[in-house]
């Protein structure tokens, strides 16, 4: 059923925010993260995520000395300098770290895919204009993963076919957070789950918390989720025709997230034959309508986390989410 929202909250900011950090101190729950003070370590289903840790950090500045540098298992650490052309993907190996150097460092024309890995942290990257069949990261039968402040983008100039997703996470893959992103300017965000007909590999997997991204300009899959669980919180959406996308049986938990300027926020009944469900709480939906045919049962994460309240994620998003703010 398709329903307005209820009026926005009308409680000051500031003072929100500072509720909030008082009783996270006092229960000794992770505190929201101030824009200028990244996590160290990622929260929700990815958590214990550490990539290449410790290891001796190396700088490359070439495609070439990339593909070289994150090859294998061993654990590691590579910072990219500089803005790499590329065609397809670069696969990246187990245990690795990939680091943007400041602002505007990454990639443009292809993206990034972790396959048949673990433990990967990928952030502070500039990933552009992916032509398909390449994301700009495709995360398949992967797990441990951790997509943090980078900053995703494409063009609205061409068909929706042009350029393919710009975070993809399918084929079983498994306990992965995505926090503090930018996804700009695409048709197809995020997709979580390819296929209607994969339920064998992906049902009790594909368990993703998105929080604190913004996108802007996105038309559609923010997530679009399939069989799996996701926990969607304080994430700001601007400009999308259809936000979250719950189908075949997953189940999503969206809370305290802006809507702006959205036609839906949150559909389960659209594309599929099997409807999926969603729990709405402390959203400010902006004027989008919902469409929940079935509410779910996902309503405690399996791990601590302190979301802020929707009143002051404008200005923590704009302020904190994209690349060159670690």
């Known amino acids: 059923m398709r329903t307005n929202p209820p009026p926005a909250p009308t409680r000051r900011a500031a003072l929100a925010a500072a509720s909030c950090v008082a009783l996270a ?18 929260i929700g289903f990815g958590a214990g995520t550490i990539g290449g840790g410790n290891a001796p950090a190396v700088t490359v500045s070439s495609l070439d000395a990339f593909r070289t540098a994150v090859t294998g298992d061993t654990a590691k650490v590579v910072r990219v300098n500089g803005l790499l052309t590329l065609s397809g993907q670069v696969d990246i190996g187990s245990n690795t770290t990939v680091l943007g150097v400041g602002p505007s460092s990454g ?14 942290v990928v952030r502070n990257l500039t ?37 393919d997703g710009l975070l993809d996470i399918n084929h079983g893959s498994d306990q992965v957070t995505v926090s503090w992103n930018t996804f700009k300017d695409h048709y197809k965000g995020s997709l979580v789950g390819h296929s209607d007909k994969n339920s064998g590999e992906d049902t009790g997997r ?14 559609s899959r923010i997530p679009s989720l399939r069989f799996g669980t996701a926990h969607f919180y304080d994430n700001y959406v601007v400009g999308a025709e259809t936000a979250v996308h719950s189908r075949m ?21 659209r594309d599929s034959d ?11 939906l902006g004027g989008a309508a919902t469409e929940i045919s079935q509410v779910g049962t996902f309503t405690t994460p399996p791990y601590s986390y302190t979301a802020e309240p929707a009143t002051s994620v404008v200005a923590s998003v704009t302020a904190g989410a994209g690349n060159g703010k670690l």
């Open 25 to 42: 101190v006092a229960a000794g729950l992770a505190l929201p993260q101030n824009a200028g003070a990244a996590e160290a370590a990622p």
């Open 107 to 120: 990639f443009t024309g292809g993206g990034l895919r972790l396959k048949k890995v673990s433990n990967v």
């Open 127 to 163: 990933i552009s204009k992916p032509l398909a069949p390449a994301d700009a990261v495709t995360v398949q039968e992967s797990t441990k993963v951790w997509i943090d402040h980078n900053s995703f983008s494409a063009d609205r100039d061409h068909d929706k076919d042009h350029y």
């Open 206 to 219: 594909l368990r993703v918390t998105y929080h604190h991204n913004l996108f802007s300009n996105v038309y």
């Open 249 to 269: 049986g997953a189940q999503t938990l969206v809370e305290n997230n802006v809507f702006r300027t959205t036609a839906v926020a949150v559909t389960t009944n």
């Open 274 to 284: 099997v409807d999926g469900y969603a729990n709405l709480r402390g959203n400010d």
